[in-house]
């Protein structure tokens, strides 16, 4: 090898020596795709001690302290399981597993007997009202269901640890004062969870529901999907499909009607790109909330349809310092929670 | 999530005094690192071990550091083998990926190998993934208008056998030195220099073929 080529060498190699003009000019050519030195890895960072807080129970778990830990849990568990133990059915009329219902209008059945004035609502009994009828349920000590005219209503349980009905059709109105998770309504959808509040909630014949909060939060959830409705907005949710993205009422019909198409219909790319792009421009910054719930997880949003609702939102609520577009977009429901404190509808009460 | 805002304000507080006592790495800004200045591999080791204990036990600043010693690495790895508008996002799954596996890495010093091999896992994945969706066309040179000589350049390393157009890659586009890539990739310097070699040259014979055609 003579000198001039072992120097051409040393450049392939480590940049020492005669430079190679044609490696010059590769590296030049190529220099459009090299890694942008810019991009912060605090992004990762942030991304990762998110899950490190989630995950923090598993990884304590892989100490020594794994037996006595264990041996807690059980005993834990053992008294969870005592005091939920399943409550003999009493008959109808005892005050352990039932419910006081008053008539508030025409005659509304408890199975097939009528209720005069009032009477009581078992575990496993159903209460029907036609369309003269309406009635009213005493939750417990913690609050009151009123039903309206052709709704039907079943008792699923009645503990304190768990206060549970299915409303199979019609409308319920439910004023609840309690912790959180202690009242449950279950629709052929999902399942409302009362976490301290006032809600109305309708399901149609087709099982199609809707759920208005007048105050406080409810979350409807299905198969580990978790949608949080705060005071003023609300969620539909249809049979086979789930809750949908939560809007406030007063949000403009446009940006509803796309919502709904968005979440429930098949539509073709381009009818598919003109509800996103109702959304997004018929969305007002109080709206903000809707788009955040857009950008969650589970919501099945591709990545450009995330880019754009990211954008749209970041116009009308700037995201906090720590929130990065890439993640974002990517899926990072941690992100979007640190978001979540700036759109103004606050946070549910926890247990 | 108060946890994560409070860890969120310590780190912001403390992260600029240590991040300036690191020499060579700007974690808000940009990673200053040279050709010329690469790091003997035994130290590079050395120091890879030091900094993957102090990320296992949650050190930011340790953190910064690996990213800025490997993300070209990977990036380079991955831009042989996924379309380029991809390979972001990836090497953020792969850093994040490694960072959650940091503690089954029983020897630190193994980090530069374990992470290269994360990185092509990864870009299988992200092949296997893609053929449930769309089809990814295999020339890119013929699907981009806007650069077509660069991305035809790139298409011709990425067709050469992976040894050859990862280690091209990482020299021509990312800019590292043959040392380096040896360092932070787990090979020989020799097989490096060999893959270099043998890899330039068949580039040149393509390139030639292109030029003829």
């Known amino acids: 090898m003579n000198e001039k080529q072992k120097s051409k060498d040393d450049y392939l190699w480590d940049g020492s020596g005669e430079p190679d003009a044609e490696i010059q000019r590769l590296e030049s050519a190529l220099a459009h795709f090299r890694h942008d030195s810019e991009l912060h890895p605090e992004p990762i960072w942030t991304e990762i001690t998110s899950l490190a807080h989630r995950a923090g129970w598993r990884a304590r778990l892989t ?24 409550e003999a059915l009493p008959p109808v009329g005892s005050s352990i597993a039932s419910w006081e219902v008053s008539r508030l209008a025409g005659a509304p059945l408890i199975g097939s007997n009528r209720i005069e004035e009032s009477g009581r609502l078992a575990v496993g009994q159903l209460l029907e009202t036609d369309a003269s009828s309406r009635a009213n349920i005493t939750v417990g000590k913690i609050g009151e269901v009123e ?37 449950f309504v279950d629709t052929p959808s999902a399942i409302a969870v009362d976490l301290g509040c006032a809600y109305t909630l309708h399901v149609d014949d087709q099982g199609v529901g809707l759920l208005r909060v007048t105050f406080g939060w409810v979350e ?42 968005l979440d429930f219909e098949k539509l073709g790319p381009q009818d598919r790109a003109q509800a996103l792009h109702t959304v997004l421009m018929e969305s007002r910054k109080r709206d903000g909330f809707t788009l955040l719930n857009l950008l969650r997880e589970y919501h099945g949003m591709s990545k450009s349809e995330r880019t754009l609702i990211y954008d749209r939102l970041a116009a009308l609520i700037p995201p906090p310092p720590g929130v990065s577009r890439a993640a974002v977009v990517r899926g990072n429901n941690y992100m979007v929670g640190l978001w979540w404190d700036l759109m103004g509808v606050g946070h549910p009460k926890k247990k | 999530m108060a946890l994560a805002k409070t860890c969120e304000i310590e780190w912001k507080t403390t992260r600029l005094k240590n991040l300036t006592d690191v020499a060579g790495i700007d974690f808000g800004g940009s990673i200053n690192e040279s050709r010329s200045a690469a790091a003997p591999p035994v130290i590079e080791i050395s120091e890879d071990v030091r900094l993957v204990n102090a990320a296992r036990d949650g050190n930011r600043t340790a953190f910064g550091e690996l990213y800025a010693r490997y993300a070209r690495v990977v990036h380079g790895i991955l831009l042989a083998r996924v379309p380029p508008d991809e390979v972001d996002d990836i090497v953020h799954d792969v850093f994040l990926h490694a960072m959650r596996k940091l503690g089954s890495l029983r020897d630190g010093a193994a980090f530069a190998g374990w992470l290269a091999a994360i990185a092509r896992h990864r870009a299988a994945d992200f092949h296997r993934r893609s053929r449930e969706h769309v089809e990814l066309p295999e020339d890119l040179a013929e699907t981009r208008a806007t650069h077509p000589e660069p991305h035809s350049i790139l298409a011709m390393i990425r067709a050469l056998p992976d040894a050859y157009s990862e280690t091209l890659i990482l020299r021509l586009v990312e800019g590292l030195t043959g040392p380096e890539i040896a360092a932070r990739t787990g090979l020989t310097p020799g097989s490096v220099r060999v893959n270099l070699h043998r890899g330039l040259e068949q580039l040149r014979a393509r390139l030639g073929q292109s030029e003829k055609s």
């Open chain 1, 220 to 261: 409807f959830e299905t198969h580990g999907q978790q949608s949080l409705i705060p005071s003023g907005a609300a969620a539909i949710t249809k049979p086979g499909l789930g809750p949908g993205t939560p809007f406030f009422e007063d949000a403009p019909d446009a940006l509803k009607t796309s919502l709904e198409k």
């Open chain 1, 147 to 183: 039903v309206d005219p052709l709704s039907r209503v079943r008792l699923l349980q009645a503990r304190s640890t768990e206060n549970r009905l299915a409303l199979d059709r019609g409308t319920i109105h439910a004023f609840i004062s309690a912790p959180p998770r202690l009242f």
């Open chain 1, 63 to 86: 100490f020594p302290r794994l037996a006595p830990a264990l041996a807690v849990a059980a005993m834990v568990l053992a008294a969870v399981l005592f005091l939920n133990r399943p």
